[in-house]
């Protein structure tokens, strides 16, 4: 006999494991502009084994300094092997989501989607003048989860920097499964970002714009006893979204995945921190 909460997880359950966890050199081979993002494919020899199965995966790249040109990031402990050597002073690295992985030649082909921005970073001020021939450093992912398949419906909560891994969520999707998108972006990006979901997701789901309240805009949504919440933004913005899933709404913690991107004054702040720092998980 199968009780309720294992009902649950198996509704919501998420094949994963681990992945060769290594860096690899990464050549750039083209850069374009996608919707709001700069695309970025990398390649290179050490590619060859690179997976990356699940749509939340990310990868840590490692960029050139903005001043000095000089590349500090891990390199691997040898070939074949699962470690990294890390650097002894830090490099400037971000995480991204990595896409269409397909094979070139005698490796694999990953693109890397870096939004552009009214005040860039220096990910987005390295992209802005990217091209062929670079070199970047990525190492991960160090695992992989892939998307759930048995839930009916799953609510993405998402904002720009979330929307490649939204697109991954949506590709991957049995086409039975109900879709629905709030995206927390401006106004006059939505039509940009529309497209871009469309394309990446292979089919047409609804996107609602999210208003100056994020978890306010979630409350309006269906979440159902059969819907799966993916929800990834700005940290702060994602603190009263999580107490709504976890606290009004007491869903099983197998039915939600929350994650803050990136949080707002923190440089490279740690997506696996817990973002309500008064309310970890269990």
């Not at 896409?99 to 552009?116: E, P, Q």
């Not at 949506?170 to 979901?197: K, N, Q, R, S, T």
């Not at 007491?250 to 004054?265: D, E, H, M, N, T």
């Amino acid at each position: 006999m199968t009780d309720a909460a294992g009902m649950t997880t198996e509704l919501f359950r998420r094949e994963g494991g681990r992945n060769r966890f290594t860096a690899r050199t990464a050549t750039v081979t083209e850069v374009a502009e996608v919707g709001g993002f700069t695309r970025v494919t990398v390649t290179g020899p050490e590619f060859a084994d690179f997976v990356s199965g699940g749509p939340a995966d990310h990868v840590r790249v490692y960029f050139p300094d903005a001043v000095s040109g000089e590349l500090v990031a891990p390199r691997p402990v040898g070939p074949g092997e699962d470690g990294i050597i890390r650097p002894e002073r830090p490099g400037f690295c971000r995480d991204f989501t990595p896409l269409h992985m397909r094979a070139v030649a005698d490796s694999i082909a990953v693109d890397i989607d870096i939004l552009r921005h009214d005040a860039p970073g220096p990910a987005a001020r390295w992209a802005a003048s990217a091209a062929p021939g670079d070199t970047l450093v990525l190492v991960g992912p160090r695992g992989s989860r892939g998307a759930t398949l048995h839930a009916p419906r799953v609510l993405l909560v998402v904002d720009g920097t979330a929307l490649p891994a939204a697109g991954r969520w949506i590709a991957d999707l049995p086409e039975g499964c109900e879709v629905e998108v709030v995206a927390d972006v401006p106004e006059h990006d939505l039509p940009w970002v529309m497209d871009y979901l469309r394309t990446e997701g292979g089919r047409e789901v609804p996107v609602m714009r999210a208003g100056d309240d994020l978890a306010a805009t979630v409350r309006t949504r269906t979440i159902d006893a059969g819907t799966f919440v993916f929800a990834a933004a700005e940290a702060g913005r994602l603190v009263p979204v999580r107490r709504y899933l976890r606290h009004e709404l007491g869903l099983p913690r197998a039915q939600f995945a929350v994650s803050g991107y990136w949080k707002r004054g923190t440089a490279g702040f740690d997506h696996h921190a817990p973002i309500d720092p008064e309310d970890p998980e269990d």
